[in-house]
């Protein structure tokens, strides 16, 4: 059994050197080591740059934005002034009923139907023909 037992041990050193493997080891972890640590630096490298692509569409993002905000601002504006100077049905109503009221005056004072046809065109021309132009600014 002795002899057996010398048999291997000879057999396992010559086989398996400890210190050989101790360094193979010690290799493969600094190698791993080195690889682990690139990758880290690769990622890190790649976080910033997409951190900074981020900002940079985060800026124009709130540009964007804020044009747009202003552009709309500036039309609801608009909007309300073409609102507010737009003749409405009633202001027109009360223009057609004044000129009415008018020209039904005009042809009771007056007799002859050249008189009401020229007191009915200058009416037309001074209130109709501004108040259209005065609307027709604003739309």
Same mark, same amino acid.
């Given at each position: 059994?002795?002899?057996?037992?010398?048999?291997?041990? *000879?057999?396992?050193?010559?086989k398996?050197?400890?210190?050989?493997?101790? $360094?193979? =080891?010690?290799?493969q972890?600094?190698? #791993?080591? &080195? #690889?682990?640590?690139? $990758?880290?630096?690769?990622?890190?490298?790649?976080?910033l740059?997409? $951190? &900074?692509?981020?900002?940079?569409e985060?800026?124009?993002?709130?540009?964007?934005?804020? $044009?747009?905000e202003?552009? *709309?601002?500036?039309?609801?504006?608009?909007?309300?002034?073409?609102?507010?100077?737009r003749a409405?049905?009633?202001?027109?109503?009360?223009?057609?009923d004044q000129?009415?009221?008018?020209?039904?005056?005009?042809?009771?004072?007056?007799?002859?139907?050249?008189q009401?046809?020229?007191?009915?065109?200058?009416?037309?021309?001074?209130?109709?023909?501004?108040? =259209?132009?005065? *609307?027709e600014?604003?739309v």
């Amino acid at each position: 059994m002795c002899k057996k037992i010398a048999l291997l041990e *000879t057999e396992v050193k010559s086989k398996m050197d400890s210190q050989l493997i101790k $360094e193979r =080891l010690t290799q493969q972890k600094s190698q #791993l080591i &080195e #690889l682990l640590e690139e $990758e880290g630096r690769q990622s890190n490298r790649r976080i910033l740059q997409n $951190e &900074e692509r981020m900002e940079q569409e985060l800026v124009r993002f709130k540009e964007i934005i804020q $044009e747009t905000e202003k552009k *709309t601002f500036w039309r609801m504006q608009d909007q309300q002034m073409l609102i507010e100077k737009r003749a409405s049905r009633d202001y027109v109503q009360q223009v057609v009923d004044q000129l009415e009221k008018r020209v039904l005056e005009k042809v009771e004072s007056r007799s002859s139907l050249s008189q009401v046809g020229k007191a009915v065109q200058s009416l037309l021309n001074d209130q109709v023909m501004g108040k =259209l132009r005065h *609307t027709e600014d604003y739309v």
